[in-house]
């Protein structure tokens, strides 16, 4: 397994990377958490596979926002540039959910107990204090804040979150639910298509959900709108889910999220 990012214009990702993907132990981790997930509590995937899609999402949703203007917290609050951003984006992503490879149940307060000295160990040499201190204290924020009652803090933070429930194209729903079973969980799941991310025309990012039944609302209401409301993205972020297919009997053709 290897992750892979768009990261050709930046020494800082290039080099977190090429760490990231040596490192067996993280691997492990990872491992371990989908095992955890999907072999023992019959849930969703947990592996390293979701860990490069909500990486990627994340840091496109943080490119768009910076190319539109949006600042990031850590060039409004620390002087530092695009690039840290990034790197705190990238690594929150990588990290916050390694901490189902010890439980399900309050996995983030256990991501953040793992991720503090692996984030110290992937940024050695790359930063030095008090700056190293400073990502690594925006890295755990994004990690506390995806979970579900998290209030982030930072752009950084509620893009991590956001990109996180955003991991739900073709069957990969963020919403727990018994494999095999058929529900409003695995229906809904099976109905998302595609999620497509591109710049917006009246706000900054827009998402459209590509459905092949209408019973996909429930993923983006359930799910995406939760994460969504209290993330500080809601200003610069449009929703849109729409039916693709006429094979179905259309209950809703579109649905705006609000």
Request: proline residues 3%; negative net charge.
């Amino acid at each position: 397994m290897r992750i892979k990012v768009p990261a050709q214009r930046s020494r800082k990702l290039r080099a977190i990377l090429e760490r990231v993907n040596a490192d067996d132990g993280l691997k492990a981790w990872w491992h371990v958490a989908n095992v955890n997930a999907v072999k023992r509590l019959g849930i969703n995937d947990h592996s390293w596979v979701h860990i490069q899609i909500v990486a990627n999402i994340a840091l496109r949703l943080l490119r768009i926002l910076a190319k539109r203007g949006v600042e990031p917290a850590m060039v409004a609050d620390y002087d530092m540039k695009q690039e840290d951003a990034e790197v705190v984006v990238l690594l929150g992503s990588l990290l916050h959910c390694v901490g189902m490879a010890v439980h399900r149940d309050r996995h983030e307060d256990w991501s953040l107990f793992l991720a503090e000295p692996k984030a110290r160990e992937l940024l050695a040499g790359i930063y030095e204090e008090p700056e190293l201190t400073v990502v690594v204290s925006e890295v755990l924020e994004t990690i506390t804040s995806h979970r579900e009652s998290g209030h982030p803090l930072t752009l950084e933070a509620g893009i991590v979150r956001v990109a996180d429930a955003l991991d739900i194209e073709e069957g990969r729903s963020r919403i727990p639910f018994e494999r095999g079973r058929v529900s409003i969980h695995s229906i809904s799941a099976a109905a998302i298509d595609e999620v497509v991310i591109s710049e917006g025309t009246d706000h900054p990012v827009s998402v459209e959900i590509k459905m092949n039944n209408s019973a996909g609302i429930y993923q983006v209401d359930e799910l995406l709108k939760s994460k969504l409301h209290g993330s500080g993205l809601e200003p610069y972020v449009e929703v849109v889910a729409r039916i693709e297919t006429e094979g179905e009997k259309s209950l809703v053709p579109m649905y705006r999220l609000e």
